[in-house]
């Protein structure tokens, strides 16, 4: 199975803050990656898709990159909606997997 | 709008089974995968398999096959996820996401396995 880690597992940050999560994959993965956003008690949000394509309807202020083995996803500007859970999963291969994922907290 | 709208909240005891629904609207049922994905209490997501509505076809993640079993009716454009002998484990949230990308998700269906 391909692991996905992320990191930080948390991060505090101020309001118009700009933040960036990291994941990386044990093995290559293209471009096959996806974020999502999790709020507590919610389904998970899809955010990007294939690394860098921006869901519909999901605000610009939301970008992702990366390729192979190492992927960021940046916010700017936080704003208070923000502050919620955040996941990498891989899709090129099966099974597919989950970061461990990034709480994102008000400082 | 794409809508997946999943059966309510289930109380099971060990060694029981379980049968989750997802029923889907505002697309064509047989165009895309649904996936089923669960996340236990506290813990993060984990993904369970899919099934291709149009043919039937699945593919479990190798720790559930043997115990889960997904199942679709098209005419009713509605998916099903069934596990068998339940333990204090499978307690968690379980979700059903249409396609690969995990596009849209249903509300979630929570289980919880206990004496």
């Known amino acids: 199975d391909i692991q996905m880690t992320q990191s930080p597992s948390s991060l505090s940050a101020s309001v118009g803050d700009r933040v960036t999560i990291t994941c990386r994959a044990s093995q290559g993965i293209y471009n096959y990656l996806a974020w999502f956003q999790q709020k507590p008690g919610r389904a998970p949000k899809s955010l990007i898709y294939?690394?860098?394509s921006l869901q519909s309807g999901v605000p610009s202020k939301f970008s992702g990159s990366g390729s192979g083995t190492d992927f960021t996803l940046t916010i700017s500007s936080l704003q208070p909606e923000d502050f919620a859970t955040y996941y990498c999963q891989q899709y090129n291969s099966y099974p597919f997997t989950f970061g461990q994922g990034t709480k994102l907290e008000i400082k | 709008q794409v809508q997946l709208v999943q059966s309510g909240a289930e109380v099971q005891k060990p060694g029981a089974s379980v049968k989750v629904s997802c029923k889907t609207s505002g697309y064509t049922f047989t165009d895309y995968y649904i996936h089923w994905v669960r996340q236990a209490p506290g813990q993060g997501l984990e993904w369970m398999g899919w099934?291709?509505?149009?043919?039937?076809?699945?593919n479990y993640k190798q720790k559930f096959q043997g115990r889960v079993t997904m199942t679709r009716d098209t005419s009713i454009s509605t998916g099903y996820m069934e596990m068998t002998r339940l333990t204090s484990d499978d307690t968690a949230v379980y979700y059903c996401?249409?396609?690969?990308?995990?596009?849209?998700w249903g509300q979630g269906t929570p289980v919880t396995v206990s004496s």
């Open positions: 099934i291709k509505p149009k043919t039937g076809d699945t």
């Open positions: 996401a249409r396609d690969s990308g995990l596009t849209y």
């Open positions: 294939d690394a860098s």
